[in-house]
């Protein structure tokens, strides 16, 4: 099936990047796209300034425009992630529609994003949000999905876990930024992937140098044996790559590292 990852440019104008990120995904299914995705906080600039300001809550303005879109389309629509409000707290939040246009999951961004690498850069997520404090998994006509949100792809367990609740496909809706970016972005889409013997996919808002918090780019979707097999740019665009599960199912026969786990060794495992 066709994967389309949406590297949207994000402005200060949230009706914008909505009326922005529906064109694009129209045009990603009129190319035979069954799965799309968008970034990390498309709706909104990204920045704890900025989270009250442009939260909603879910279902609301936003998460009502993916729903249509989805239907209208009749695709697999994974909503990047926006600021959510509910009960007086913040979370970052990545909703799922089927080509329905119903809700199959919701994920509120488990790890927060608290760093502080002297010279570089400090972000403190965990100032303005709070974390999600479950796993978030959906069916497709294709494949199961695990989601995460970008600090979360650094945490394996959760990688792992998604791997043995029989997910092929991890998506991340993530902005890494131009020191984290560079070093670590494709290494653990790469380790997770292989570890995991699964497809992973990320998505990251397109870089705007203006902006308080520079983002990455480069969305990217690697294949179970460790590949890049699309990447993208800085810029705004949207890439496409097939997926093939008999591929992964290939792999997983050839090195069949997940049958031969020592689980009387050892074992990672979900809580809640």
């Not at 329905?100 to 972000?123: C, E, N, S």
């Not at 653990?188 to 992973?200: E, F, H, I, M, P």
């Not at 705004?236 to 020592?262: A, F, G, H, N, W």
Request: with cysteine.
């Amino acid at each position: 099936f066709r994967l389309a990852l949406i590297q949207l440019h994000v402005s200060a104008v949230k009706s914008d990047n909505l009326q922005r990120a529906c064109e694009l995904v129209r045009e990603a299914s009129a190319k035979g796209a069954k799965l799309v995705a968008l970034p990390e906080c498309f709706n909104s600039p990204y920045g704890t300034q900025y989270f009250k300001e442009y939260a909603e809550k879910i279902p609301g303005d936003s998460t009502q425009k993916l729903s249509e879109v989805a239907k209208e389309c009749s695709i697999y629509l994974v909503g990047g992630s926006i600021p959510e409000e509910d009960g007086g707290k913040l979370y970052n939040t990545c909703t799922v529609f089927g080509p329905d246009g119903a809700m199959l999951a919701k994920h509120r961004k488990v790890h927060l994003f608290d760093i502080d690498i002297p010279g570089k850069i400090q972000f403190k997520e965990s100032e303005t949000l709070s974390p999600g404090n479950s796993f978030s998994m959906f069916d497709t006509s294709f494949c199961k999905v695990g989601l995460g949100i970008c600090y979360d792809i650094r945490f394996a367990e959760m990688a792992q876990i998604y791997g043995q609740k029989g997910c092929q496909l991890l998506i991340y809706p993530g902005a890494f930024n131009l020191t984290t970016g560079p070093a670590h972005w494709e290494l653990l889409q790469r380790g997770r992937a292989v570890d995991n013997q699964v497809y992973v996919a990320t998505i990251s808002p397109a870089r705007d140098e203006k902006a308080s918090y520079v983002a990455w780019g480069h969305s990217t979707v690697v294949n179970p044996w460790g590949e890049v097999i699309a990447k993208a740019g800085a810029e705004e665009t949207v890439v496409y790559t097939d997926i093939d599960l008999k591929k992964l199912t290939e792999i997983r026969q050839q090195i069949p590292i997940l049958s031969q786990k020592r689980c009387d060794l050892y074992g990672v495992e979900m809580k809640h």
